[in-house]
Antibody, heavy 121, light 109 residues
Framework: QVTLRESGPALVKPTQTLTLTCTFSGFSLSTSGMCVSWIRQPPGKALEWLARIDWDDDKYYSTSLKTRLTISKDTSKNQVVLTMTNMDPVDTATYYC?????????????WGQGTLVTVSS | QSALTQPASVSGSPGQSITISCTGTSSDVGGYNYVSWYQQHPGKAPKLMIYEVSNRPSGVSNRFSGSKSGNTASLTISGLQAEDEADYYCSSYTSSSTSFGTGTKVTVL
């Protein structure tokens, strides 16, 4: 049974750095073809893909947010961590992690429940 | 990556069929057969409904079907049911990243 769970602060101040952790079970990120992505959704708005890390430690970032994002994994702990620097109120959103598979890593077959992050002073 | 264009809303009566479009470019939808569709009920995480244009994951009703022509992908829901009322998002592979659609709210009248 595949599960993912996001954890991190519910509230961050502008200019601070956000660190989110995705803890998963039911699969291994050392298995060929497995990937984990982060996706966010501002309240009432559409989904936005942020970043992806692959089983071989390849990393991919949203073009528009690339300078602010870092994704990493700890295979032994079954965790993927996303950091986003210089947070702004427009970054207020529910942040999801999702398992991705397939050669393009764009098939998101399992999602966490999401964690709402509010950026406010 | 730019957002794919979807109609803001689509509605239909129970039992009817509806189709949601997802328009991109030759750099995303038109260039690859890696289009997926997700259903999202209020307050819930998205659920994969269609992958690689027209494939259904195990457990997804065969009332859901996908297709693609040129730069536009489509999701068709046949035999519309009350439980199908939700937001739907398309996504496509593009240049080592993923683009999502603008989202469509499906209302069952």
């Amino acid at each position: 049974q595949v599960t993912l769970r996001e954890s991190g602060p519910a509230l961050v101040k502008p200019t601070q750095t956000l660190t989110l952790t995705c803890t998963f079970s039911g699969f291994s990120l050392s298995t060929s073809g497995m990937c984990v992505s982060w996706i966010r959704q501002p309240p009432g708005k559409a989904l936005e893909w942020l970043a992806r890390i692959d089983w071989d430690d390849d990393k991919y970032y949203s073009t528009s947010l690339k300078t602010r994002l870092t994704i990493s994994k700890d295979t032994s702990k079954n965790q993927v961590v996303l950091t986003m620097t210089n947070m702004d109120p427009v970054d207020t959103a529910t942040y999801y992690c999702a398992r991705a598979r397939g050669i393009t890593g764009t098939l998101f077959d399992y999602w966490g429940q999401g964690t709402l992050v509010t950026v406010s002073s | 990556q730019s957002a794919l264009t979807q109609p803001a809303s689509v509605s239909g009566s129970p039992g009817q069929s509806i189709t949601i479009s997802c328009t991109g470019t030759s750099s995303d939808v038109g260039g690859y057969n890696y289009v997926s569709w997700y259903q999202q009920h209020p307050g819930k995480a998205p659920k994969l409904m269609i992958y690689e244009v027209s494939n259904r994951p195990s457990g997804v009703s065969n009332r859901f079907s996908g297709s693609k022509s040129g730069n536009t992908a489509s999701l068709t829901i046949s035999g519309l049911q009350a439980e199908d009322e939700a937001d739907y998002y398309c996504s496509s592979y593009t240049s080592s990243s993923t683009s999502f659609g603008t989202g469509t709210k499906v209302t069952v009248l």
